[in-house]
DNA sequence: AAAAGTAGATAACAGTGTTAAGTGAAATGC
DNA sequence: GCATTTCACTTAACACTGTTATCTACTTTT
């Protein structure tokens, strides 16, 4: 039946519209001060109508968590083909800034906002199946690096947590604007690119040491 | 006229009852998820007496805010007696990193929530200076580890960002909960002390190279 | 054509931050 | 000693929030 497949593909279409009219209004307002009528105006809906397709306001911040994760994956997944694993990893991080820096909001989100982490808590969730691929292709660089002496050797998984703890708290210094008041003129617009490409000299030193 | 002072101290008492109350709640709710009448039911007032002692909630924060960094600046000044400067800042690691974990909530408060930062433009605001102290500490001691070749020349400003940004990104990750489902089950429970032995094991390296 | 199902809307509830108006007691002026 | 003013505080109200229950109007099925 065509009708069915029709009627389907409507219901797709509007939790897309949703989606579409939630991101935009999340990262321009933050989650909190995003209604969900704010929401439902947007896409010329009753707010009541938002639930037929979504169970609450956090399933609506967890399908657009997910969807962020997914892009972030892709532009990761891009660097597979870099053979070296310590250009890799340079490379890794230079687009994990990038992408904080691009998209600010996404990258709050996804690292930094607390609203309904705490629907999260199953581990064997899909929504944090992402993540941890993520994670898991950042340790597996690492300890290539190590294998070949790129990096001393160590446990992979605790070198990739200091290494994403210093591009994180780059990144979520500059998304939550908690750097620049405290940092000079000369520095404060570039600090971001100076920070990382200081970090990367190090990395690259511990290596030939 | 004693009972002038006496007016004034009682009116500094409700003001503190009121920000020991909010401390409370907000640590334990969150800031949006706590409310002037849950503040004011904690005290025995009514909702609308705090806004003779504040003007708004956004004010309620920025006085915590305000607190906790005076509570940071307290525990980093005690480290001035430490004469090597990498001892010291190894030692400023560890106390920052404790800080975060012993009081999550005032970490959040300070260097993670985005609530009323908005409110905090003026970069002359007295609320800035303490943590301009820090950073300008941190600066301080990054430089004179420079200057007896403990760490390689360069500027410290920027190397000062790049360590903050590591021991920012570790407090983060711990306090909103970003970093435990994709850790193994072995280092999960101690990874921040791991990281940031690690990260200072890295320092240590950077000088004698 | 009658019955069932359903997409969507309206109304309502308990809660939010905040302001305006009101209350009762203490301090002040004469 | 009494009237007036001051002041800490409360109640009432406004416009908003997320969410649920009920209702409407239309489509699909029988």
Redesign the interface.
């Known amino acids: 039946m065509t009708t069915l497949v029709k009627k389907e593909r409507e219901k797709e279409d509007l939790k897309r519209r949703i989606l579409d009219a939630a991101r935009a209004l999340f990262l321009e307002h ?1 989650f ?1 001060r995003t209604s969900m009528r704010m929401i439902a105006d947007r896409i010329g809906y009753s707010a009541t109508t938002i639930y037929l397709h979504f169970k609450d306001k956090a399933a609506i911040f967890l399908a657009l968590h997910s969807e962020a994760f997914q892009q972030m994956g892709v532009r990761m997944n891009a660097l597979a083909d870099v053979g070296d694993p310590l250009e890799r990893l340079k490379a890794m991080g230079r687009v994990y800034i990038r992408f904080a820096v691009e998209n600010p909001g996404l990258y709050d989100l996804m ?4 609203a309904p ?1 705490d629907a999260l808590q199953d ?1 064997a969730s899909p929504i ?1 199946q992402e ?2 691929g993520v ?2 292709g950042l340790k597996a660089t690492v300890a290539q690096c190590m294998a070949m002496g790129q990096l ?1 050797k ?2 992979p ?3 990739s ?2 290494i ?7 990144a ?2 500059h998304v ?4 620049y ?4 003129d000369t ?1 404060r617009e570039r ?1 971001l690119e ?2 990382l490409e ?2 990367i000299a ?1 990395l690259e ?2 290596g030939r ?1």
Chains 1, 2 share one sequence.
């Open positions: 933050g909190e690292f930094i906002m607390e982490m581990c944090w993540g941890q994670f898991d001393p160590g446990d998984e605790v070198m947590f200091t994403w703890s210093t591009v994180h708290g780059m979520a210094l939550r604007d908690r750097c008041k405290v940092m000079s520095n600090i100076l920070g200081q970090f190090w030193g511990l040491k």
